[in-house]
């Protein structure tokens, strides 16, 4: 089993950046394929990006050109980076083994507790 530990969020003005990290222990985590997803106040949890064993990587519309989603093997560390966030991009992120569905990109396992991302001026 993979134990994941998101850090990294924090209080951002707009426009600004922010880097994303999520460190897992356990199991083989290069084996697995990686999300990160956010949950806004109210809304639904969502994929924001997601990226395979092999370094493929998939985006939201909304966040792409600004996003981007790294996996170091080596350290067992996800990362996002985002840039020119915009106070759409305020919710809580979370990192969570993600698995291929004939239907998309699919969450698999527990949640953790995320980190909190806040884009306000």
């Known amino acids: 089993q993979v134990q994941l530990v998101e850090s990294g969020g924090g209080l951002v003005q707009p426009g600004g950046s922010l880097r994303l990290s999520c460190a897992g222990s356990?199991?083989?985590?290069?084996?697995?394929?990686m999300g990160w997803y956010r949950q806004a106040p109210g809304k639904q949890r969502e994929l924001v990006a997601a990226?395979?064993?092999?370094?493929?990587?998939n985006y939201a519309d909304s966040v792409k050109g600004r996003f981007t989603i790294s996996r170091d093997n080596v350290k067992n560390t996800v990362y996002l980076q985002m840039n020119s966030l915009k106070p759409e991009d305020t919710a809580v992120y979370y990192c969570?083994?993600?698995?291929?569905?004939?239907?998309?990109?699919?969450?698999?396992?527990?949640w953790g507790q995320g980190t909190q991302v806040t884009v306000s001026s």
């Open positions: 969570l083994i993600t698995i291929a569905t004939m239907t998309g990109w699919a969450p698999f396992g527990s």
């Open positions: 356990g199991s083989i985590f290069s084996d697995y394929a």
């Open positions: 990226i395979t064993s092999k370094g493929s990587t």
